[in-house]
């Protein structure tokens, strides 16, 4: 019972620390709190970033596997980008199994640490952001593909934290379009 309360404590604590994110449901989300102890993977992405929609199958695969085990979030990192326009575009691409929100200042992201799109940031069940970058080695350089991925970084990196073990490093930075963060004050 104390390891349980100590864990809460933890989480709560963690996710206090990130700023709310606004969901497509028009609330205002607290992603670590809301998990109620789950992991939580963040998924940034952009509707019109090439990369991203290159990887939407991925994504739904990613979402059909881990969904009932931890909580998944596609964050969009878009000035402009409605709550409409991204209900549609996450149904188009199969990714729409996840909880969607939108970050339109990127304050979000920088929060996590983000710096692309597509790049994802893990969260361990007491609020440890413990992985972060890309989904894949598909792509080598922004132009540059495998015609498949060979090392499946962020399915490495789900399965380490579900088995309760640390995940590794990303074997490489992720490669996509550059999330414009907000300056310092």
Known sequence: MIAVCAAVISMLAVGSTLPPVMGVDGHSHRLLIEAHGKPVVVLFIAHDCPVCNIYAP???RIEAKYGRSLQI???????????VDARKHAKEFGVDRASLFLDPNSEFAAA????FTPEAVLFDSA?????????DDRFIA??????????HDLTLALDAVLAHRPPKVASGPPVGCIIVLPTKK
């Open 112 to 115: 996590c640490g983000a710096h």
């Open 73 to 83: 979030g596609l964050v969009y990192t878009e000035p402009r980008l409605t709550k």
């Open 142 to 151: 922004l132009g540059r593909s495998r015609p498949a991925a060979t090392t």
């Open 127 to 135: 609020g440890r952001k413990v992985y972060s970058g890309r989904i």
């Open 58 to 60: 991925e994504i739904g």
